[in-house]
Each structure stands twice: as C-alpha cells, then as structure tokens.
C-alpha cells in the first residue's frame, strides 16, 4: 500500500511495499491521493504538470518504489523459549496512581520472589532454550530492588550455569529509583545488559500520581539517584521512562525536561488506565497528536545545534532493523517469552500476570500449557485483520497483545488509541529520517 502525509509544508509517500520513503510537493501529494481513490481538489495543477507528476510516479514504481507487491512473509516463531521477565517482587515502595500491575501487587498479596524460585526459572529457561545461545531475563515487580540480594544471586547463578551449557544472560531492570544507591547502582552497571529509570518529567508532574507510601511526592527522592546512575553508566544502555496522562497533554515538556537533566536516552509512554482524570480519550487524540509534532519540531531543533538525544518513539529504521519475518512475529509474548511471578506461575508476559485464565504453568511443574501457547505462537500481523490498512503495519507488528485483550477481548484486535498515536509517531520519526538527509544534502 501507499501512504501519502505531510509535516507541515513538507510532503512525503510511503510505500510499504519497498519500505521506501519520498519526498514530493503538495502537487505531487493530492496527484497520488487522488490516484488512490480520496477525493481531492487538484484544480490548481495544470495539464503538463499533471503529464509530468505521473510520469515521476510511474518511473518510481517501474523501479519497484511504488505500488510494489507486500510481501507476506511467514513468521519467525519456535518453540524455543528465548526470555523471561522474573516478578523479582509484588511489591512497591511507591504507589503509583495509575499502575496496571495494582501499586506492584497485581491484584494479590504482596510477596517477594525467593531465591529457590529464581533459580527454578532459570532453569526453565535454560532447558527450553533449545539452540538458542542468547537468553534474556528481565527483573521486574513491582520494585525489584526490594529484593535486591535476590536479584543479585539470580544473576550469578544464571551466569554460572549459562557458562555449563555454552549460552550467555543478558539482564534487564526496571526500577523507579529510590533505592539506587552507590553499591545498587554498580552492581546494575556492571551486570545489566539495560537499566529502565522511571521518571515522568516535571516535578508537578511525577509527584501528581507517583507517590511514596506515605502520599508523599517521590520526584526529589528519585532525581538524584538516577543522575547518578546515569554518570557512571557511561556509553552502556539505559532508558528513563516516563509516562504521560491526561493531566499532562504537553508530555512535550516532561520529555525536554529530562533531556534538560541530562538524560540522553528517553522514553515516554501514554499511560493505559481507565482511571477518570488520567485516562487518554479518543477527544485527546488531536492534541496527543499535535504534542508529538511540537515534540518532533524540537527535537531536530535539538539535534541540529549539537543538543540531541535518542527518543525512543521516534527511531525508525527503513533500511535496515529486523527482517520482514520478524516484523510480522510481533513480540514473542506467550511463545517464546514468559512472565514469572514470585510464586513459580509462569504467564505470557507481565501484563497478564494474575489473570488465572492466562496462567500457563509453574517452573517447578517444567511444562506449558499449549493451548494458551498455541493462541499467541499462531497469532501475528496478519490474523490482525485491522492492521491490513495501516501503513505502520510492519513497523508497529499490530500492537500490544495485552493491550489488545484488555480493551477489546481479542489479543488480534488491536487497540484504536495506541494504533492512532503510534501512526502519529511513525510520520514524526519519517520526518526526522528526510531532515537528517535533507541536512547532508542527501536530497
């Protein structure tokens, strides 16, 4: 399919297809929309003009840069279990007002991964792994540095058995800061392949919804402690994560306040919640949209004096990235990465945690339920029959299969609101992408 947009008064095609990407006038634009069937007014482009605009048109799909055939590529799926995300701890020192995992309990008691229960997925890990010689875990809660002597011998003994079999962890934390302190902070630095720091922006901001357990505002507990991760992490990955509500439509800010900070590597997500006052509604949509292009604009005005830094959602890779096979997989959610909570129950992923009907197995037990893994190992792009006319298709993969669930009861059905915003963010990162070019005198 073809996809035609503008930022602002520059005009581009996407093609999904050859995964090209042109730049065209306003002329060229409403020629190939009106090609495509929209109605347009091209009263204003003359005879020759119009001889000319097709005649470009009909040499780029000539080219196979135009129009070109999608191919629908079978997915990358095995039965071999690359990942696990470890509930290290249902629990949490903050309690954050639109939590999907319940302030870290996931709508049960709170508790605290041991050790034996650690060990006994990893394990599981490594016995399902097959060939693969590159596994990953990822320490989560809750807050997970509440149990952080666990986290720490998890790693050891994951490393040491990894080195019996011929296989290498790679590890992964989220944490909301507050218990980063200088040993904490090294121990993650040394052994963490990436460290997620939340942090939602402005102080009036953070501490409007994430909250200690005393209802005090966590912002100045939290700031400090991630700058100095930040200094001693170095070149070595990590992102600051923030989230964005309806109380902070200007999300704008929060993301170039903490650049301000010092913080290179962002992300900020709009939060997925029912709660009144922080839900996103599709009347938002315009002004979600509208932020991310004041976001886009000053983020390359950023960039261009010497002051950038990386925004996760506006990374696109057109020219490289996964292969067309793995674009269509999506995230690997219940076939070949699972959840573990603190009692051995192993779920899709962490946002099915708890959901009994979702509850595939136990690491001591050593097997899955495959029916359950059947309905995700058989689920991609294309049972997603909506995606089928979206030209962000083979960027996005059809969407969060929880988020699916959730909202509409169907993990292949994909969820309007992120599917709008992520639309959104494809054309600000396409825009991006020219403006480097542009830049280099590339076109």
């Known amino acids: 399919m073809v996809h035609v947009f503008n930022f602002k008064d520059n005009y581009y095609i996407f093609d999904t ?21 929209e109605t347009v007014d091209t009263s204003a482009v003359t005879p020759e003009e119009r001889r000319e605009y097709e005649a470009d048109l009909a040499e780029l799909q000539a080219q196979g840069l135009l129009f070109a055939e999608e191919v629908k590529a079978y997915p990358v799926k095995s039965n071999e279990v690359k990942a696990l995300c470890l509930h290290i701890c249902h629990d949490c020192n903050l309690r954050c007002k639109y939590c999907f995992a319940d302030e870290g309990a996931y709508h049960a008691r ?27 875990t990822d320490f989560f809660g809750g807050e997970p540095l509440m149990n952080f002597d666990v986290v720490k011998e998890t790693v050891y003994y994951a490393k040491e058995q990894a080195a019996k079999r011929g296989k290498k962890f790679l590890f992964t934390l989220t944490t909301n800061g507050l218990l980063l302190k200088d040993d904490v ?33 966590s912002f100045d507990f939290v700031i400090e402690n991630i700058k100095n991760f930040v200094k001693i992490r170095g070149d070595k990955s990590y992102y600051v994560r923030g ?8 999300f704008g800010k929060d993301v170039l306040f903490l650049a301000d900070n010092g913080f290179d590597s962002i992300s900020m997500e ?18 979600v949209c509208a932020e991310y292009d004041r976001l886009c604009d000053a983020y390359l005005k950023r960039e261009a004096e010497g002051k950038g830094f990386n925004f996760f ?30 009692n051995g129950d192993i779920y899709p992923c962490h946002q099915f945690a708890g959901d009994s009907a ?34 962000a298709k083979f960027i996005c993969s059809g969407g969060c299969n929880a988020n699916n669930y959730h909202y509409n009861g169907d993990i292949n059905i994909p969820y309007e609101m992120t599917c709008e915003m992520m639309k959104k963010r494809t054309e600000n990162a396409m825009h991006i992408l020219a403006e480097r070019k542009r830049r280099k005198g590339q076109i």
Request: charged fraction near 30%; aromatic fraction near 8%.
């Open 270 to 287: 709009p939060v997925v919640t029912d709660i009144p006052d922080l839900e996103i509604t599709k009347d938002m949509l315009p002004e």
């Open 185 to 217: 902070a090294q121990f993650l630095n040394e052994e963490m392949e990436n460290v997620v720091l939340s942090l939602d922006g402005r102080r009036e901001v953070h501490d409007a919804v994430r909250k200690t357990a005393n209802g005090k505002g």
């Open 110 to 136: 709170r508790e605290f991964m041991s050790l034996e229960v650690a060990k006994k997925a990893i394990d599981f890990l490594i016995e399902n792994s097959g060939n693969r010689k590159i596994l990953e």
């Open 17 to 37: 297809g050859s995964s090209s990407l042109h730049e065209c006038d306003e002329k060229c634009a409403l020629i190939l929309r009106e090609k495509l069937g």
């Open 313 to 342: 959602h506006f990374n696109v890779d057109l020219e490289g990235g996964p292969c067309l096979a793995k674009r269509v997989s999506a995230c690997g959610a219940g076939n070949e990465y699972f959840s573990v909570v603190p």
């Open 243 to 250: 989230t964005f509500t309806a109380r902070n439509l200007d």
């Open 358 to 391: 979702f509850k595939m197995g136990n690491v001591f037990e050593g097997r899955l339920d495959e029916e359950i893994r059947g309905k995700f190992k058989n689920s991609c792009l294309f049972t997603r029959q909506k995606c089928d006319s979206c030209f």
